[in-house]
């Protein structure tokens, strides 16, 4: 595991804060710049870990007092490892970072109690001051206070304290002995025991003899012999909670709920807001265009008004790209699921290539094609993984020059398929690889030189991440790129390689 420990005396006072912080990027140009450049200032020592399985083998051996995590890693995802140190009973403040920051993302974060959340790129100042008050307890008043002295002064608390302060939280907590009897309820849980009368106990008594709420009484769900941690339960008053329950050896279930009600309220909105204005552009549009067809057939046009005529077209067709790139993108976010099936993975490729192979033969390019045109399958859309390698294609034939060379290439490793995508284009600037997956991100040469929207790749990714598969670049300026694309095979028998 790539590891690095700073521990520099220059923390503002001259002293050395000690506390541990555990970095865990795929990006090592992000761990360098948080472990060598904005923490190492502080006097904190820092671990760093390149993939989200190396971070948890670190956090528990280590057991640091924050972890600053990217979210998209192969392999693990940040909230991932936040989810498994947790069910190994570490509970670890942690800062979650991620290039495509949306409320979906957000409402997970919430639900694995991730500690604070930051957009890429983001303000180094302010995630020093998110460290520095998480670490001194959500106060900058006390920089010797640390979550460790928070254990310390819990275990020192007897029963009677621990259940007060329980009883004074505000999310609702419920604790479920191994009989189906609830052995804990908080004043906010209280509030849902719709069927016991005010002031009468509820703790030794059955949920079912309590209350009504039907998606509280089935929160016990098993899949696979395991109890669901993560579930929605929805009041009459039409708030929803997240609930997070875990089984405790000789205790019984643990539920803490959170309300999670504006959250959704946002998502909603959202979707109303992205479909309506979808409508409401699409229809001017269309006018536009038609008018624009209909002055030709009232009479014959000058050079100059042919050029203008054909350069709206091509502002119409560039805005319309864009909604549909926006309304793909927005499908994705909020996870609408399109039924998949088994997918020959060589036919949707050479499907992409032969539709984009006019584009290429304008230009004198070479398309070349090695495809492994045996059984290989993948589990998909078919629409959706074709999108993926229609858009790298077509960047492929956009960023190289006439006469240039794109080769595809799929193979078999292992129990996954391995596509390449390369050119001998104009290449990707080492500093702007770590973001061109970001949303609306486009390098400084391409923006001036090439038309596009920056929202290609963030959907190429998301599809890929969608279909349990990664993605990654090799690329060289003025020599070519290479996309990888890596998805799991389909194997029909059993599941699994035989």
């Known amino acids: 595991m790539d590891r690095l420990v700073n521990v520099v005396s220059t923390k503002g006072d001259g002293q050395v804060s000690g506390e541990r912080i555990l970095v865990v990027d795929d990006s090592k140009e992000v761990r360098d710049f948080l472990a060598g450049t904005v923490l190492v200032t502080e006097g904190y020592i820092v671990d760093v870990a390149a993939n989200g399985k190396d971070g948890l083998r670190a956090a528990i051996e280590a057991v640091p007092d924050l972890i600053i995590t990217d979210q998209a890693m192969p392999e693990m995802t940040g909230i991932e490892l936040v989810e498994h140190l947790q069910k190994s009973g570490l509970n670890i403040p942690t800062i979650l970072m991620t290039a495509e920051g949306s409320e979906e993302i957000s409402v997970r974060a919430l639900r694995a109690g991730v500690a604070d959340y930051f957009i890429k790129p983001f303000d180094p100042e302010k995630l020093l001051e998110s460290v520095h008050s998480i670490l001194s307890g959500g106060s900058d008043q006390d920089d010797e206070f640390c979550p460790a002295d928070l254990l310390r002064g819990l275990s020192n608390l007897n029963a009677v304290q621990l259940v007060t302060i329980l009883h004074h939280i505000q999310e609702p907590v419920l604790v ?7 052995t804990l309820c908080n004043l906010a849980a209280r509030e849902l025991m719709n069927k016991a009368e005010p002031g009468e106990a509820v703790v030794g008594r059955a949920l079912l003899d309590i209350t009504n709420n039907r998606s509280l009484l089935d929160i016990f769900q098993y899949v696979e012999g395991k109890l669901v941690p993560t579930q929605e339960i929805r009041l009459d008053d039409g708030r929803v909670l997240d609930a997070h329950i875990n089984e405790i050896e000789n205790i019984g279930r643990v539920i803490v709920m959170q309300d999670i009600t504006h959250l959704q309220n946002q998502v909603r909105l959202r979707n109303d807001l992205v479909t309506t204005i979808s409508h409401d552009l699409r229809s001017p549009l269309t006018s536009i265009l038609g008018c ?11 050079t100059k008004q042919k050029l203008l005529a054909d350069q709206v ?3 119409v067709r560039r805005i319309t790209g864009l909604i549909s790139e926006l309304l793909e993108h927005h499908q994705l976010e909020t996870g609408i699921e399109q039924p998949r099936e088994p997918v020959l993975l060589w036919q949707l490729v050479r499907g992409a290539a032969e539709t984009l192979a006019g584009k290429a033969d304008m230009k004198k390019q070479h ?15 078919p629409s959706r993984l074709q999108h993926v390698f229609s858009n790298l294609i077509d960047n ?5 020059p ?15 398929a391995v596509c390449t995508v390369s050119d001998t284009g104009i290449g990707i600037p080492p500093e702007d690889q770590p973001h061109i997956f970001d949303r609306f991100y486009r390098t400084s040469h391409a923006t001036s030189d090439y038309e596009g929207t920056g929202l290609g790749l963030s959907i190429v990714k998301t599809i890929v991440e969608q ?15 290479t996309f990888t694309v890596v998805l799991p095979i389909n194997f029909p028998d059993n599941g699994s390689k035989t």
Do not use: C, F, W
């Open 176 to 182: 479920i002995d191994p009989n189906g009897k609830v």
């Open 292 to 302: 624009i067809e209909l002055m030709g057939k009232l009479g014959e046009l000058n």
């Open 313 to 315: 077209r091509d502002s």
């Open 367 to 381: 398309l070349l094609l090695d495809l492994l045109e045996d059984d290989l399958r993948v589990m998909g859309t």
């Open 396 to 400: 492929a034939i956009k960023y190289t």
């Open 402 to 416: 006439e006469g240039g060379e794109i080769s595809i290439r799929i193979r078999n490793e292992g129990n996954e």
């Open 467 to 481: 279909h349990d598969g990664r993605i990654s670049v090799d690329s060289r300026p003025d020599q070519g790129t």
